[in-house]
């Protein structure tokens, strides 16, 4: 199920930190990757661009993966999902790197743009932790019972997916009255205990929390309390109009959690 994978490289990601990227990568049963550079500018250099993708393409075989290189002209976020839609890859990895904030936005985030385009899941390598693990131990999934349960579950429980902690959150708000608080929160947990037994068998530990309050500020604390190594989220396929305006969840917790995190379309 993540057997293959299409990973963005711009040339710029520091190379011990993206070879540890590919390191983590095994955790996910992942064995066939290919590197892809899509630049916008001038076609020049581009015997430079190729070679310096096929020596990373040969790191990437001595730790153990196929990879092969390709580089691309184009516009950067619509030719890298479009090569991975070609490629016909599980899903689409890239090493974040967060940009200045006015930076952002003033120019917009490649990155998010494809985060908010892509049809494939995707995969951020966040490497803004000193002593980050290269191996998935703990993995919290996010959950709002909706229809992308559908589609993350199957990865969840994937046996190639090597994670031995498993943490389900629920965040919600809070009812106008005892009564109907005390029935919400039962529900809630009726839930995570229903997907909590559908994914036991896949962990040596599953964890059930439901809290309240704002749902981006709460998966962020819940992941940094609990020490997660991932993060996994589902992303809707028909955001609210103010989602489109101002970015999903999914969408905008790369570039604020210091977690790598794992986002799983609702549709294919």
């Known amino acids: 199920m993540l057997e293959k994978a299409a990973i963005k490289v711009s040339l710029k ?28 500018g001038s076609s020049g250099k581009q015997e430079e661009r190729q070679r310096q993708l096929d020596k990373l393409a040969a790191e990437v075989r001595e730790l153990g993966f196929t990879a092969t290189a390709t580089a691309k002209r184009g516009h950067v976020s619509y030719q890298t999902i479009a090569t991975s839609r070609e490629l016909e890859v599980d899903y689409l990895g890239i ?11 003033l120019l917009g985030s490649i990155d998010s743009d494809i985060l908010r385009l892509s049809d494939v899941p995707v995969f951020v390598y966040n490497r803004r932790l000193m002593n980050a693990s290269t191996q998935l131990k703990r993995v919290l999934y996010a959950t709002d ?42 529900c809630v947990q009726d839930n995570l205990e229903r997907l909590a037994g559908e994914l036991r068998h896949a962990y040596s530990n599953v964890k059930t929390l439901q809290v309240v309050g704002n749902q981006r500020k709460q998966i962020l604390r819940q992941a940094y309390l609990h020490k997660v190594d991932l993060i996994v989220v589902g992303k809707a396929d028909k955001p609210k109009p103010l989602k489109a305006l101002l970015g999903s969840t999914a969408e905008i917790l790369p ?9 799983i379309p609702g549709y294919h």
């Not at 997916?161 to 109907?180: I, M, N, S």
């Open 145 to 186: 019972f909706q229809a992308t349960d559908k589609k993350v579950i199957p990865y969840l429980r994937n046996q190639d997916f090597q994670a031995e902690e498993l943490v389900l959150l629920h965040v919600g708000e809070r009812a106008p009255d005892p009564a109907t608080e005390h029935t919400r929160q039962q």
């Open 255 to 263: 570039d604020k959690s210091r977690r790598s995190v794992f986002i």
């Open 13 to 40: 990601e520091p190379r011990a930190k993206f070879l540890d990227m590919m390191r983590f990568l095994k955790s996910f049963g992942t064995s066939t990757v290919h590197l892809v550079h899509v630049y916008s």
């Open 95 to 105: 090493y974040w790197l967060p940009k200045a904030v006015l930076v952002q936005a």
